[in-house]
Nanobody, 122 residues
Framework: VQLQASGGGLVQAGGSLRLSCTTS????????MAWFRQAPGREREFVAA????????VYADSVKGRFTISRDNAKNSVYLQLNSLKPEDTAVYYC????????????????WGQGTQVTVSS
């Protein structure tokens, strides 16, 4: 099983990034996908989740209206569009795959990617 996150970088406040997570080794279309993030000295926190078909999404209150999660089952990939970025969005962002839709608990997710760094300057 592999989950490869990419697309992170350094951006100014108000800017945008698009994160991608390409996967292999499991039945992507039968797994719910999510993004989490972890800032230095803080616990990993839920960001967004998406159901099998992409018709259902869940967001943390802190990112609602600014971030958009999407998936392409043909490409075994999940994406996170980050708009209107703030310095407090600075973190390592992780993609995860699980069998329980919308859960915000990291221990409910079975597979994890290695993370991609997002840094937002003020």
């Amino acid at each position: 099983v592999q989950l490869q996150a990419s697309g992170g970088g350094l951006v100014q406040a108000g800017g945008s990034l698009r994160l991608s997570c390409t996967t292999s080794g499991f039945t992507f279309s039968r797994h719910y996908m999510a993004w989490f993030r972890q800032a230095p000295g803080r616990e990993r926190e839920f960001v967004a989740a998406i159901n099998w078909s992409g018709s259902g999404t869940v967001y943390a209150d802190s990112v609602k209206g600014r971030f958009t999660i999407s998936r392409d089952n043909a490409k075994n990939s999940v994406y996170l569009q980050l708009n209107s970025l703030k310095p407090e969005d600075t973190a390592v962002y992780y993609c995860a795959a699980g069998l329980a839709y919308g859960t915000r608990q990291s221990n409910e997710y079975k597979y994890w990617g290695q993370g991609t760094q997002v840094t937002v300057s003020s």
